[in-house]
Nanobody
């Protein structure tokens, strides 16, 4: 079965850092673009970071640009989100997502269960 399992969330002080990990299984990880989303309490889910299947292209939400870094290790079927200079407004449930479009045009989206990140004094 397809699984995306996030880890690394928790409570951190403003200005601190966390690294989230997402371990994938059950699909061809290296062919999938990977994304991190987050959903603050009472707000809509937001795309935070994107990395292409090749790892050669990344994109970030303006709110996290310069502070967050997405990376992947295909040998470990894992995508990471390094979060630095954390702010209280970064508090959210963070979700890992895998996305691809097959050669036949079929779209696939897989989601993790989410991990809580709380930035607070």
């Amino acid at each position: 079965q397809v699984q995306l399992v996030e880890s690394g969330g928790g409570l951190v002080q403003p200005g601190g850092s966390l690294r989230l990990s997402c371990a994938a299984s059950g699909f061809s990880f290296s062919t999938y673009a990977m994304r991190w989303y987050r959903q603050p309490p009472g707000k809509e889910r937001e795309l935070v970071a994107f990395i292409a299947s090749t790892g050669g292209s990344t994109n970030y939400a303006d709110s996290v640009k310069g502070r967050f870094t997405i990376s992947r290790d295909d040998a470990k079927n894992t995508v990471y989100l390094q979060m630095n200079s954390l702010k209280p407004e970064d508090t959210a449930v963070y979700y890992c997502n895998g996305f691809t479009i097959s050669t036949r045009g079929v779209r696939y989206n897989y989601w993790g269960q989410g991990t809580q990140v709380t930035v607070s004094s």
